[in-house]
């Protein structure tokens, strides 16, 4: 079993500061998990992953996000948040690569706003 | 645009219609995946293929709902005798290396 939650709905933060999204994840074996991001009638995109290689994840668009086993956590940073930046964020979790099964199990997202 | 197409981008029917999506993965990809957005909720998994078997459907949400994928290419995600509880985003995804690629989703409004 798996399961994903994100500990904040909505996360504001002024241009050019640092953004954190906390993301805390609970599962019965080793997993994968990633960030997703989705702005407004787009689809879905892949911002980073951890598949049990490095913890510390670098992804597009200056994100970055740390695999704490110790805390099962999965936190989504970025140091200096851009306008572009808005948007809806969804951490998943999915059983590891070698299950062969690539179901992934979303949490709730948390909506991003940048403020000017 | 990832590459996954879905059609229609928006359906609005009225309830006990029968509704249909099409999505046309990455040509190469021999996984894909259908889900359901709410309003406020991240996306939830209905059922997935690996060419055209259907390896999960336990996740759909009534019998009222079946997907295909006869040739291993394409899918199609079909909704009989919809219900206004139908409304929802329908997402598409195909699988290349462990990582999941999505269209841009086909929204449901039932009237």
């Known amino acids: 079993a798996q399961s994903v939650t994100q500990l904040d709905s909505h996360v504001s933060v002024s241009e050019g500061t640092p953004v954190l999204l906390r993301c805390n994840y609970s599962?019965?074996?080793?997993?994968?998990l990633f960030w997703y991001v989705q702005h407004p009638n787009k689809g879905l995109q892949l911002l980073l992953k951890y598949t049990s290689a490095a913890t510390l994840v670098k992804g597009i668009n200056g994100f970055e996000a740390e695999f704490k086993k110790s805390e099962t956590s999965f936190h989504l940073t970025k140091p200096s948040a851009h306008m572009s930046d808005a948007a809806e964020y969804f951490c998943?979790?999915?059983?590891?690569?070698?299950?062969?099964?690539?179901?992934?199990?979303f949490g709730t997202g948390t909506r991003l706003t940048i403020i000017p | 645009d990832t590459g996954v197409s879905q059609d229609p981008r928006h359906k609005i029917t009225k309830r006990g219609q029968n509704v249909t999506f099409r999505c046309d993965p990455i040509?190469?990809?021999?996984?894909l995946y259908w889900y359901r957005q709410t309003l406020g909720q991240g996306p939830e998994f209905l059922t997935y293929?690996?060419?055209?078997?259907?390896?999960?459907k336990s996740r759909l949400l009534s019998d009222r709902f079946s997907a295909e994928r006869p040739k291993g290419s394409f899918s199609t995600l079909e909704i009989q005798r919809t219900e206004q509880g139908d409304s929802a985003m329908y997402l598409c995804?195909?699988?290349?290396?462990?990582?999941?690629?999505f269209g841009e989703g086909s929204r449901l409004t039932v009237l």
């Open positions: 293929f690996q060419n055209e078997a259907q390896l999960e």
């Open positions: 995804a195909s699988n290349m290396a462990g990582e999941l690629f």
């Open positions: 040509s190469e990809h021999n996984r």
């Open positions: 998943v979790v999915s059983p590891p690569p070698n299950f062969g099964n690539e179901k992934l199990t």
């Open positions: 599962s019965s074996y080793s997993p994968s």
